[in-house]
Every structure is written in C-alpha cells, then in structure tokens.
C-alpha cells in the first residue's frame, strides 16, 4: 500500500492542524492505520493508531485529549486532528499501516509497520 501524508505546517502555539494521510494500491480497510513522530534528534516515536473498523483507537499519553485519529475506508483516508498544539509537538508526522497485528496488539505502539508514507512537517512556535 502506498502513503501519502499531507496537510503539515506552521500553527502558533495553542493552534489546530488536521493531517490526513491517502492510501492506495490495497484494501484500505486491512490494515491497522497508525501516526508516529520525529522529532530533529530523536527517535520515530508512537503518536495515536485506529483500528480497522475505526471503531477502536489508542493514543500516547503526551497527546491525549488534544489528538483524535480517524479513518473514511470509503476514502481510503487517515486523519489525525490536532489542537491545543504545543512547541514540543515540533516534528515531522509520519502515517503507517500494517497488514497483519491485530488491532490491540500492543506491539504497534512502537514503529513496526509494514508500510510509511513521506512525512509532512508541523511546526509549533511559541
């Protein structure tokens, strides 16, 4: 499946972004769709993962009750809507999917995704 990850840029602190993230080539709806983040200097880290259904998500403690994931399979789109955006969420947002974990595999909280998109770049200043 191919990743296309969009909708990146600079917000003043306390401001919204909605990334989005278009996926082509496979059944969309096989794949446990995720968002981690990297930062200049430090490691790909875990941001938020929605099942396939959508009916299911999980996020990392720094952004919950300021992200929210989502997905259309009629679309083929991921999101992840962002407000109340800090400096610290300075980085480069990149979308994942994987074919085959389950969705409560707690596994996909780390970066071990079959497939990644490009990155879009969002930067908070203060």
């Known amino acids: 499946v191919q990743l296309q990850a969009s909708g990146g840029g600079l917000v003043q602190a306390g401001g919204s972004l909605r990334l989005s993230c278009a996926a082509s080539?496979?059944?969309?709806?096989?794949?446990?769709m995720g968002w981690f983040r990297q930062a200049p200097g430090a490691e790909r880290e875990f941001v938020a993962r929605v099942a396939r259904s959508g009916g299911r998500t999980y996020y990392a403690d720094s952004v919950k009750g300021r992200f929210t994931i989502s997905r259309d399979n009629a679309k083929n789109t991921v999101y992840l809507q962002m407000n109340s955006l800090q400096p610290e969420d300075t980085a480069v947002y990149y979308c994942?999917?994987?074919?085959?974990?389950?969705?409560?595999?707690?596994?996909?909280?780390?970066?071990?995704?079959?497939?990644w998109g490009q990155g879009t770049q969002v930067t908070v200043s203060s």
């Open positions: 994942a999917a994987d074919r085959w974990a389950a969705d409560y595999d707690q596994r996909l909280a780390s970066p071990v995704y079959d497939f």
């Open positions: 080539g496979r059944t969309f709806s096989n794949y446990v």
